[in-house]
Structures are given as structure tokens and as C-alpha cells.
């Protein structure tokens, strides 16, 4: 099968089972050196810890490190890899919800609710320096190199996402900035890392990377457009708390553009300056709705998608399995762009 025919035979599949099916035995032993790795003497280290990755969550990134090196052919270090991006990003998730004082994530109480913050931070604090363990033991400098890069930018992301809070007016380009660096640069990363470890050409190392940054993009527009679109239960987490937290995300930021003068000091009195009242969660969703602002949203995750599944196209060669691969990939890319839970 031609590269393209692999693309295009599955291109407008949106799930992520096909690619779960081709890596369940490798993420059945990514899950197993998770354990291995967060035991330690202090037990509150695996409690917590093992709370927060027990809790579920698709794998999505480390299944990136995965794929990446079954391109190029596989590599015996990809399982100690992929679960090193897995710490990386369940790190950030327990740094985020202390600093967003969330309570609720994949529909369980969050870390920082059972156990407090200063703990939920030092366990973090843990999940990276196991991360960086599984990196070194990789034996690849340039791997090492690029999630290292990839940790540093998560944070940068993350800080310019709160200098843009409560500031409705807040330019497009500015939270594509913001979450290429809080969400799609590890998507990239974890995804050419695996490329790279396995010894795959150049271009192929540029092709997942773009892939995997096309589809992050995708995976966090479609995350806030549902943040107010999704019900709590359907969701994980509760509803508008982008809202309430005063986050600046792309339907805002098209609400804000096509608005008139009422709807902007809405997002002012709200957004910009924290004072809430009852009901206002249901007139930020009319206001988004009548500006189609949600619409106009997904529309952008599925370019982003698009995007990701023509990058796959661009790779040297494919296989009969690599074939099979890459239109799993084109799956999770749709998958990435239309999901609704």
C-alpha cells in the first residue's frame, strides 16, 4: 500500500482505537514501568502519583514516543521513553491543577484535594526527575535534548498562559502561542523523540514532529471549545472552569472579536475583572453560541487535524505494517480534531 492510499483509506475515521489496538501490548508495558518507577520509601510518592495515572487518560502522548519509533522500526528503549513522557506530562497536570486550584480531573478528585498542595507539587517535582532517569538511560543525547526542550517549553506555555489571563482582547496568535507551548510541543517532541531513538532518517524525525504538532494543536483547541460545550460528567472535569478561571481561549477570543459593545463589557466585567455573577456561564455560552464561536473552533481543530494527516504523507516510505501505522495515525488525528468527550 502507497503512503498515500494509507491516509487516505482511513482519513476520515476519527478514533483512536485503531491505534490503540496496534500499541496495546507495548502501552501494557508502559504501564508496567510506570509502577516500577514511582515506587519509593515515601509512600505518599506512589499514592498520590498512582492516584492521578490510575485515573486513566488515552496514553495519547506516550502512544506519540510509540509510534514514532515503530516508523522507524522499533527500538528496544521506545517503552522506557514513552513512559518518561507519560511522568512529563502527568507532572504538569499536578503542577496545573494547584495552580488552577482544580478539583475535579477525569472524574475523580484531584491530587491537591486529597492531599494538599505542597505535596502535589514535590510529587510532580519526583515525575520529572524520573522522567529525566528514563531519558538518560535512553542513551540518545538528542532525545534527551529534545524532551528536555520540549519540559522547558511546557513551562513558558503555561506562564504566558497566565499573563494573558483576563485579557479578553487577547490576539489569536497569542493563545496559538500559548498552547503550542503548554500542549502540541509534547505532542511533538514525544513523537519525533521516538522517531529519532529508533534511528529514523531526517525527514521522517521533521514528519512526526509536524505531525505530532498539528495534532496537538488540534487536541487543545477542541479541549477548550468543549470546556463550554460538554457537560461536567461527559467531561472529567467541571464545566467552564476555563470561565471561571478567567482562561483565555480561542472561543473567547472570537466572541470578543465579532462583538459589539454589550458583549465586550460582559467579557470585561467577567473575564477580565473576576466578578461573576448566577447565570453568567449560561450567557458566555449564548454569546459564544450567537457569534458561532464554537463552531468556528472546531472548524480550526479540524485543520489542525487535516494538517496532521497530511504531514504523514511526507514520510520516506511505507511497509505493509508501516501502512497500517500511519492510517491509525490519520485516525487519531481526526479523532483529535472532532472528539466530543
Request: charged share 20%; hydrophobic share 50%.
Amino acid at each position: 500500500m502507497s503512503l498515500n492510499l494509507a491516509v487516505e483509506a482511513i482519513s476520515e475515521l476519527a478514533s483512536l482505537d485503531p491505534l490503540i489496538a496496534l500499541l496495546a501490548g507495548d502501552i501494557k508495558c508502559v504501564n508496567a514501568m510506570i509502577l516500577e518507577r514511582l515506587a519509593s520509601e515515601v509512600p505518599v510518592i506512589p499514592e498520590l502519583a498512582g492516584h492521578l495515572i490510575a485515573a486513566g487518560g488515552k496514553r495519547i502522548r506516550p502512544m506519540m514516543t510509540l509510534a514514532g519509533a515503530r516508523i522507524a522500526g522499533g527500538s528496544p528503549h521506545a517503552i522506557g521513553l514513552a513512559t518518561a513522557v507519560e511522568f512529563i506530562h502527568s507532572a504538569t497536570l499536578l503542577h496545573d491543577d494547584v495552580i488552577d486550584q482544580s478539583h475535579l480531573r477525569r472524574g475523580r478528585e484531584t491530587a491537591n484535594a486529597l492531599w494538599g498542595n505542597e505535596a502535589s507539587v514535590l510529587v510532580g517535582d519526583f515525575l520529572f526527575a524520573r522522567a529525566f532517569e528514563l531519558m538518560v538511560e535512553a542513551g540518545d543525547i538528542d532525545v534527551l535534548g529534545q524532551l528536555a526542550n520540549a519540559s522547558a517549553r511546557i513551562t513558558e506555555g503555561e506562564i504566558k498562559q497566565m499573563a494573558i489571563a483576563g485579557q479578553p482582547d487577547t490576539a489569536k496568535a497569542d493563545y496559538l502561542d500559548v498552547i503550542t507551548g503548554k500542549t502540541a510541543v509534547l505532542f511533538a517532541a514525544a513523537a519525533a523523540a521516538g522517531a529519532r531513538l529508533a534511528g529514523a532518517n531526517s525527514n521522517d524525525i521533521t514528519v512526526m514532529y509536524d505531525y505530532g504538532m498539528q495534532l496537538g494543536l488540534a487536541f487543545q483547541i477542541m479541549d477548550d471549545a468543549m470546556d463550554y460545550a460538554v457537560s461536567s460528567s461527559a467531561m472529567g472535569k467541571n464545566a467552564g472552569d476555563d470561565f471561571t478561571d478567567q482562561k483565555i481561549t480561542l472561543p473567547v477570543i472570537l466572541a470578543w472579536q465579532g462583538g459589539d459593545a454589550n458583549d465586550r463589557k460582559f467579557w470585561q466585567r467577567t473575564m477580565g475583572d473576576g466578578d461573576f455573577a448566577d447565570g453568567d456561564l449560561a450567557t458566555a455560552q449564548a454569546i459564544l453560541t450567537r457569534h458561532d464561536a464554537l463552531n468556528q473552533s472546531i472548524t480550526m481543530a479540524g485543520d489542525y487535524a487535516n494538517a496532521a494527516i497530511d504531514a504523514l504523507t511526507r514520510l520516506s516510505s511505507a511497509s505493509a505494517d508501516q501502512a497500517e501505522l500511519i492510517s491509525a495515525l490519520a485516525a487519531a488525528a481526526r479523532f483529535s480534531g472532532a472528539r466530543q468527550t
